[in-house]
């Protein structure tokens, strides 16, 4: 039986999207594996499939690339609201409330955590910033923003081999649920920012690696709010204050529309 999907992606962050509010689709580590896969599948970063919710418009579930399922994603959120005009939408991390506006979306992510236990970090100790190094990345601020990202501040964001150390860090047994790395610039205008994505690498945009990221930069007083975050696919804006959510705003972008025989990939 051939399945309908959808293409899309924020910044070059692709996506493979199912509809599955109206029709089920059992999804599962395996399945999204194939499905993601670049050259024997229909490939993209991350799978999204949308289910019926009773808390919010639509629940949307987020399988990376290697086929695990995480809890957030802010650029396929804001595809979400784009494709369906939803806005609320039930995550793993968190209710996602969503605004269009002409060819710009807005999602509001929700609060950030700082607590060790939230980010999550395997044993207690101070996360802003964490008091550790791996090679030259040092004292990261570790947060979570509905999933779990350590950010480092350094003066040339391409002079770091995230390659090498990207893996390293996200495997770290100090955090228990891997986790996604930010190197960031901050300039007067801005913040420039590569992510090694968790379970995906480097992508060439990260919504979640950018809400964190100004977070962390707007807390350590590094800039204010809002701030733009321009990373190898494009900017986001991020606005954010201590207690208040996260606001993210961007484009969202439709690519094509295809059909797909899932048992042939299974
Ligand atoms: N590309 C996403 C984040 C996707 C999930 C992330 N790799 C994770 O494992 O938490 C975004 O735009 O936020």
Redesign the pocket.
């Known amino acids: 039986m051939t399945r309908t999907f959808h293409k899309m992606h924020?910044l070059g962050?692709d996506f493979v999207i199912f509809d599955a509010r109206e029709e089920p689709l059992a999804m599962d580590e395996p399945l999204a594996r194939a499905v993601s896969d670049r050259k024997t599948g229909i490939g993209c970063?991350?799978l999204v499939v949308l289910e019926k919710s009773t808390v919010a418009d639509l629940r949307m579930r987020?399988w990376?690339h290697d086929g695990i399922e995480?809890?957030?994603?802010?650029?396929?959120s804001r595809c979400v609201v784009a494709l369906t005009h939803a806005k609320t939408i039930e995550t793993g991390g968190g209710l996602v409330r969503g605004e269009e506006d002409g060819s710009d979306i807005e999602v509001s992510l929700g609060e950030p955590h700082f607590e060790w236990d939230q980010v999550p970090v395997t044993y207690a100790i101070p996360t802003n910033p964490m008091p550790m190094a791996w090679g030259e990345l040092h004292n990261p601020v570790a947060l979570s923003v509905g999933?779990?990202h350590v950010v480092f501040f350094v003066d040339n964001a391409d002079s770091i081999d995230l390659d090498e150390l990207g893996p390293r860090i996200e495997h770290d047994p100090v955090f228990p649920d891997?986790i996604?790395v930010n190197v960031a610039e901050v300039h007067p205008d801005g913040i420039r920012l590569r992510t090694w994505?968790?379970?995906?690498g480097i992508?060439r945009?990260?919504?979640?690696?950018a809400s964190a990221t100004a977070v962390a930069a707007i807390l350590t007083k590094r800039v204010q709010s809002p701030v733009k975050v321009t990373m190898r696919g494009g900017s986001l804006t991020i606005a954010w204050a201590p207690g208040e959510p996260i606001r993210m705003r961007g484009s969202a972008t439709y690519v094509f529309k295809g059909e797909i025989e899932l048992e042939a990939l299974a």
């Open positions: 924020g962050n970063d991350q987020i990376n995480v809890e957030s994603c802010g650029n396929a999933n779990p891997r996604n994505e968790r379970g995906a992508t945009a990260c919504g979640t690696g």
